[in-house]
């Protein structure tokens, strides 16, 4: 085979892949546009929902508009299914604050995008918390509900992002809680403190977990000393003296 001839095929096979590649390239980017452009908003306001952000009236409602996504494309993205239910259960949230009248629609909304998001992501902790607080909104608490609590704390036991706010629901059920959750209760709460979250742990103990102090308190002895003090500090300045073990305010703290 001459050279220019042998020359010329080596640049139409290089030249084929190149267009081949290319061709994929364009068929990425129509199949997965649709799917990856509406991501981002819903991941932010499903983050700030997590940490428990509040937001101007209608605004989670056009997020979740824009979050609706082809057939094909919510079961590519765990992600977008998790985002969506997330702010579908705010949204509903905020109807029954506000006794709105389609706070039913917009929970069975919420309640079938929660369960759809679980089945691509069954250990998500957050979610099963969505769930046991959906349900308990919709139609009232049932013990058999505790169930999707546990799922909760067995999915992400003392994960940061779901901890304050699922310590405080299970504070307002602690009593009907077997041995074992409740020590996971109290566990997280210390977590939560030894995390540094003082004004969250100050927040819990002053309210809803004011009966069970005296078993939130001892559950402080192994966290950090330095927080101890700073959640004693922050307490007494409430009015507030308790026995945080380890720590002795000085005269200051107790007047």
């Known amino acids: 085979m001459p050279r220019e001839w042998r020359k010329w095929s080596l640049e139409v096979i290089v030249r084929g892949f190149f267009v081949q590649l290319s061709l994929i390239g364009m068929i990425w980017l129509i ?23 509040r937001f101007k009236r209608g605004v989670l409602e056009v997020i979740l508009e824009q979050l609706k996504p082809p057939p094909a494309g919510w079961l590519l993205r765990s992600d977008l299914a998790h985002s969506s239910a997330l702010i579908s259960v705010r949204v509903s949230d905020e109807a029954l604050a ?20 679980l089945e691509l992501s069954p250990a998500d902790s957050i979610l099963w918390l969505m769930l046991y607080s959906l349900t308990t909104s919709r139609v009232g608490f049932d013990t058999d509900d ?50 540094g979250l003082i004004e969250d742990a100050a927040s819990i103990l002053a309210s809803i977990g004011w009966n069970q102090r005296d078993r ?18 922050r307490l007494a300045r409430e009015g507030l003296i308790v026995a945080v073990p380890g720590i002795q305010l000085d005269e200051r703290f107790q007047r």
Do not use: C, H
Not at 31 to 50: D, L
Not at 103 to 115: G, L, Q
Not at 165 to 180: G, H, W
């Open 31 to 53: 199949v997965s546009v649709p799917v990856f452009w509406p991501v981002e908003p819903g991941r932010e306001a499903a983050r700030r929902i997590a940490a428990g952000a």
């Open 98 to 117: 506000g006794n709105n009248s389609d706070f039913d629609s917009k929970a069975k909304v919420a309640d079938r995008r929660v369960r759809s998001a």
């Open 146 to 195: 505790i169930r999707l609590l546990e799922q909760s704390y067995s999915s992400g036991p003392l994960e940061g992002g779901v901890a304050t706010s699922r310590n405080r629901i299970s504070l307002a059920v602690f009593s009907l809680l077997d041995n074992a959750m409740q020590q996971r209760t109290i566990s997280e709460f210390a977590a939560i403190v030894d995390s």
């Open 216 to 233: 939130l308190l001892a559950g402080l002895s192994g966290v950090g000393l330095v927080e101890r003090e700073l959640l004693a500090k």
